[in-house]
Each structure stands twice: as C-alpha cells, then as structure tokens.
C-alpha cells in the first residue's frame, strides 16, 4: 500500500525557536496533504488542508502565520511550527492523499512527537 | 459535520481473548478508517473499508454502511495488541473531505 513518512519522529525545542516538520509521500502523488494535532487524551484534530501548488487552508482557531504549511511538490508537505511555546507541545500527523482517488482515501504517515521547554 | 462515536473507551482483556471495538457515524459514508496508536505514539493505518469484511492477519475489520457501524475485530489478543485503536470518517462538508475522528479506544491485553 501507499507510504507516507514523517520527519523527525521525536523533535525537542527550547520556547521561542522553529521547528519543521517533513511529510512525504514515498510511492505516490500527493495532490492533497492534510496536517493533524493531537494533545494527550483528545483526538486528532484536522490544523490544516494543503494542496500541491497553492496555499494551505487553515481550520478555525489555527494561526497561520504560527503554523507555516508548504506543500511545493507532489511528494512533500512541511509543517514548520514557528516561535514554538510549550502549549504547542503536541503529536502532529500528516494524512496524504492523491488525485483520482475517492476523498475518503487518506494514507497515514506515523506522526511526530514535538516537546518544546 | 460526521459524529464519530467509539465504545468501549477502556478495554482490558487477557491475552488470548477475542476483542470487539465498534464505531458509529452519524452521516452516511463511502470508507472508514481504522487506526492504532502505540503508546509512543505512532500511527498505523490498519484498515480502510468501505463494504463488508476485510481481514489482516488476526484483526478483522466488518462495516454495515446502512446501520452505520464498523467493527474491529482482534482474534487470539496479545499484549502486544495493547495500544489505542481509533476509527475515522470523512468530514463531509468539511476541508476536502478530511477525517472526523472518535476519541480512540485503549486496549490493554495482559498476558
């Protein structure tokens, strides 16, 4: 099946810097990437949708210019978490999915633990 | 908006036990997704159906699309099973057809 990698698997930051986070698809197109949060004991929630080529769209309540989303090729999506605080501590998901394929279809990648101090 | 609800919350079962998850969604679908989340916190993608049955090794996954509900199945449960399994359906209406997730099911499975 379709496998989508995410990097890095475990990132600790000090408050105040960037982290990026890379999402990749490994053996298909990713037309739409979509990136997910997850705080302890909640479930995942969708931050944003990304489309090869044009701007991400942001879900209510998510800063844009806090979550940066690039998604410049067919294969890669980055989330880059800017002025990171400790309330961005969090398990973050990408889900890719590609075009000609029904919208319920969404591969997985494995998610990235940030901890920022 | 897609409700996603999933029962139990907690499991514990010994090993060897069979073990039944359920979902149920509130809007009509064409797939739904299963996950399982290790306690580190990684993601798996177990299952993604649309009709009927479909079985990976000792997890079966059923979806009765006009009742609504999907079911997970874990046959011979091992500790190794013990983890959070979460089921998924499309967010019609929602951003290009993201995912509405249930709040996950913790299974423990002792020896």
């Known amino acids: 099946g379709a496998v989508v990698s995410q990097h890095p698997s475990r990132v600790i930051c000090k408050s105040g810097t960037s982290v990026k986070i890379e999402c990749r698809s490994l053996?298909?197109?990713?037309?739409?990437m979509f990136w997910y949060r997850q705080f302890p004991k909640q479930s995942l929630m969708l931050m944003a949708t990304?489309?090869?080529?044009?701007?991400?769209?942001?879900e209510q309540g998510v800063e844009k210019d806090k979550f940066l989303i690039n998604h410049a090729s067919l294969t890669l999506s980055t989330l880059t978490v800017t002025s990171a605080h400790p309330e961005d501590s969090s398990f973050y998901i990408c889900?890719?999915?590609?075009?000609?394929?029904?919208?319920?279809?969404?591969?997985f990648g494995p998610g990235t633990r940030l901890t920022v101090l | 908006k897609n409700e996603v609800e999933q029962s139990p919350q907690n499991l514990t079962a010994q090993e060897g036990e069979f073990i039944t998850i359920n979902c149920s969604y509130s809007?009509?679908?064409?797939?739904l997704h299963w996950l399982q989340q290790h306690p580190g916190g990684g993601i798996v993608s177990l299952f993604m159906?649309?009709?009927g049955k479909k079985k990976h090794g000792r997890l079966i996954a059923t979806i009765n699309i006009q009742e609504k509900h999907s079911s997970l199945h874990i046959t011979a449960s091992h500790p190794r099973d013990s983890a959070v399994y979460i089921c998924?359906?499309?967010?019609?209406?929602?951003?290009?057809?993201?995912?509405?997730f249930g709040k996950g099911t913790k299974l423990s499975v002792k020896p």
């Open positions: 889900s890719a999915r590609s075009r000609g394929l029904a919208a319920d279809t969404q591969y």
């Open positions: 053996d298909f197109q990713a037309t739409t």
């Open positions: 998924a359906a499309p967010n019609y209406g929602g951003s290009q057809g993201n995912l509405i």
């Open positions: 990304s489309n090869e080529g044009s701007k991400a769209t942001y």
């Open positions: 159906l649309s009709s």
């Open positions: 809007v009509g679908i064409s797939a």
